[in-house]
């Protein structure tokens, strides 16, 4: 029996595909990589039909690709080794929301959207934000963070504990309910970020947060990219507890008034938002407002008016689909390399200086409470002169990252794009990265070529 | 040529010892259980003379045990497999200081208050506080917390990286300088809480913070276990960030009394404290304090003098020495769960329970507001009633915890004593682990017995 056969009847027929269309949607992400197909998608229902898919797949050697909505950046959900992508589109369900232990249980495929409408009803919010409106099970595989990581932490730090099915199709939990626990290996930890290289997530228990008394946001400009950096390190060095501190460069903001039909300034800014308590806030927002005033900032606004604040982090959200609507027939490339905080300024000064070097454009943007910032070039993948150009761009700014003792990517994971810089970035520890991967999945079937280099991937536009 | 010639040559004579006085002192922890001594101890100076002890090590097959300062819970440091302790007492520096990337960079046997010394002429502050004056090595091999984790989380969320020698003498660095990163697998979060079983840690870099604006301590009392623990769950679905959160029986404060000369009165009392800026703090305390009076608290007492926060938390951190004083002869049994905040005043009534049930007497306190409590019971490891007693009560709040979602410790982690709940705790998940610590221990020289359950250990008082 082949193994199409076999999924068939361990799923169901209509849940088994090799549609042309089907195929085509599970080829791509919402990044430059080149495109490749699966030679099947699968659509299960839950955690026993996975483990069914991933025996059948042992089986049979063929690789497998978990899929959420395929909003990654760096090609992570893309089957060049081809084989099953498994889309988990169909488990989709809040499975129970406990109020009084701030804890969430989701299966994969719900989006964060969706679980906040879910947690809006009790009084809670989930903190992770990374723009995409993407599934839980592909934010947790990637450890997503975003705006407001810088006060709530990443990915991992929400995840209590996953359902996983592994590559022999064995499930296991990975944590417990409980805050905190020092109980055996952290495997938490281990597989959030593992990319779908190490098994499928069926299950997630979320930590999630009330909503705080208060909200402020804030809107900064400046005359320069350093000011508006220092002014960061400023406030965060006196303390201040921010919610969100987000960089945004002249010419991006361009592209959000273009596409939002905002008028904000078209200057160095950065978006702000406090959460707390009303008296707090209110001497926090005096406090930062004094030190971005130090620090150059020419006009600050701050919005307490729900409305208002939206359409500020709407503006600041929609800046990938804006450059996206500017350069139709380009792909995006948004680079992210993640550095000490003392030395951003550095970093976005020799990315700026390696944009002139290469003759390339791009709006250098960032969540620059955490050192996190991203080039966000739209490239013509079909011209190579200019493929070599962002990458050789995308390699001096990860290679200085590495020199500050950065990392080559702060948030959206390596895929096939970074799977090459693993080595110079972890040295020794690459090799125990690689001892694990083999324990856990032999016969190299979860998610092949993802984040180890291997000449197989080389060929593949990275 | 011995190992303990090789030793010898390796680091230097004096560094290599096998004299009776020091192998006592290395053949303990804190806890009630059973001494072993290791047949060498050796002081290393540097990630490379531990390489070597480890390759010795390796040729020799002979057991090898990390040792920071031996305040370990449950046995983690004792060698009952024989062999060398690494005692890293003469690594005890502080290297660097990064305060505007509010980093420190430390040798493993630098101990906690150490580190807040140095620390405090930057303005900056060490959160974890696991009570004992432990070695941050020992802090993060155990992934200890205590009272300010509710705020500032474990230690495993203070750990940006970890110089590793591995069990093959490999030298590897576990993370990097920067905020966050989704680079890779997360071996940080791996090798903090791994109990020395994976490797040892020879330097580590850890987040730090800034000292808060201002603080608040407080003691409110109680007539009943079940309101204080109300009052702890209504404060933090109230959304009042606590700095601390901490609860004490009333046999624990009259032990505290006849220690520090206090004169708190005897019933069930909560200590606690808050961060912050001074009008968001007094909001705060005001609101805590209507929390705190609803869920029947008959006083309450907030304290801003230094000193008088001080003797506070010098009061609940001498409560373990304060039972030992009392107890004259006998060992101390620190049970360590953790549970859902939800579930948490079921399981200090379970405990309550149990130990009437066994006939025994313990004073119950904790971490409530992670939901971790301990039952501190003075024992007398001679008596083989009294200790199979207190083993009894030890699985029934462990299996009670499990039942509802727990961990079976929370912070003190598993070493000898919680070894046996692995298998119970984890399910499929254990063999995950046992596979992970074969592949980066293949000989099982690290700290062997340990975490994982092996006959071996069984015979050992767990």
Known sequence: MSYLEELKQALAADRVTTNSAVLDQHSRDESYHTPARPDAVVFPLSSEEVSRVMKIAGKHEIPIVPFGLGTSLEGHVIPYAGGITMDFSLMDKVLEIKPEDFLVRVEPGVTRSKLNQELKKHGLFFSVDPGADATLGGMAATNASGTTSVRYGVMRDQVRDLEVVLANGEIIHTGNLAVKSSSGYNLNGLFVGSEGTLGAFTELTLQV???????????????????????????????????????????????????????YPEVPTLFLEFHGNEAGLMQDVDFARDILSDNGCSNFKFEK????????????????????????????????????????????????????????????????GDGNYHALLMIDVENPEEMAKAEAFNRAIVEYALSKGGSCTGEHGVGIGKAKYQQLEHGNAYSVMQALKKTLDPQNLLNPGKLFYETGNSAAMQ
């Open 209 to 263: 947060y009330g909503i705080p008394e208060m909200t402020i946001a804030g809107r900064a400009d400046f005359s320069s990219i350093d000011e508006a950096v220092s002014a960061v390190v400023a406030i965060q060095s006196a303390g201040i507890q921010v919610a969100r501190i987000e960089l945004v460069d002249a010419a991006s903001i361009a592209q959000v008034n273009a596409y939002s039909h905002t008028s």
């Open 305 to 368: 008016d729900s409305l208002a604040r939206a359409q500020l982090w709407d503006a600041r959200h929609n800046l990938a689909y804006a450059a996206m609507r500017a350069n139709p027939g380009k792909k995006m490339m948004v680079t992210d390399v993640c550095l000490p905080i003392s030395q951003l300024a550095g970093g976005i000064h020799a990315a700026q200086e390696a944009l002139r070097a290469e003759g390339l454009e791009g709006g250098i943007l960032g969540h620059v």
